[in-house]
């Protein structure tokens, strides 16, 4: 029998029975008939940890170069030097969107991305998976009438 293949992508994979994300080096390989209570969650934006600390440096090389920079233009580069970065660095991480599951008794984050079209051609595909492995033989188990 042939392995069914719902979506096959640069970085996951969803079959008739195995889910594998590959977030880094080594991938994470989960066998759907063992996934419970999957989920989607939205993870909301936030500040790049480092940020705040690079503020506070960029202030007090700003406060130092206007007491020893004599020249304005001289001050106002400098000034923009250190503030491009800054504005950069200090940008928001982009919200998350993650599949969580419980797998063996385990919460685990099946999947995540910030791309919420991929993110949904997965999710759809892990859900047709799932469904697919519902039915019986005998189809939906409806009767004709």
Same mark, same amino acid.
Request: no cysteine.
């Given at each position: 029998?042939? $392995? ?5 992508? +640069?970085?996951? #994979?969803?079959?008739?029975? %195995?889910?594998?994300? &590959?977030? $880094? $080096?080594?991938? #994470?390989?989960?066998? @759907?008939?063992? /996934? %419970?209570?999957?989920? #989607? ?7 790049? !940890?480092?940020? !705040?600390?690079?503020?506070?440096? *960029? @202030? =007090?090389?700003? *406060? *130092?170069?206007? @007491?020893?920079?004599?020249? +304005?233009?001289?001050?106002? /580069?400098?000034? #923009? ?12 991480? +982009?919200?998350?969107?993650?599949? &969580?599951?419980?797998? &063996?008794? $385990? ?16 999710? %759809?595909? /892990? %859900? ?15 009767? =004709? =009438?």
């Amino acid at each position: 029998m042939r $392995t069914r293949i719902y979506y096959r992508g +640069p970085d996951a #994979l969803v079959s008739d029975d %195995r889910f594998v994300w &590959h977030p $880094t $080096t080594s991938p #994470l390989v989960f066998t @759907i008939p063992d /996934l %419970r209570n999957v989920g #989607l969650v939205q993870a909301p934006a936030r500040v790049r !940890p480092y940020a !705040p600390a690079f503020a506070v440096v *960029a @202030i =007090a090389a700003a *406060a *130092a170069g206007w @007491i020893l920079l004599p020249d +304005p233009a001289v001050y106002v /580069l400098v000034f #923009l030097a250190l503030a491009i970065p800054a504005v950069a660095m200090m940008w928001r991480e +982009p919200g998350r969107w993650e599949l &969580h599951a419980q797998y &063996h008794g $385990t919460a685990v984050v099946l999947y995540s991305s910030a791309d919420p079209r991929v993110f949904n051609q997965v999710s %759809r595909a /892990l %859900r047709r998976a799932m469904e697919d492995r519902r039915r019986t033989s005998w189809g939906y188990g409806l009767a =004709a =009438a």
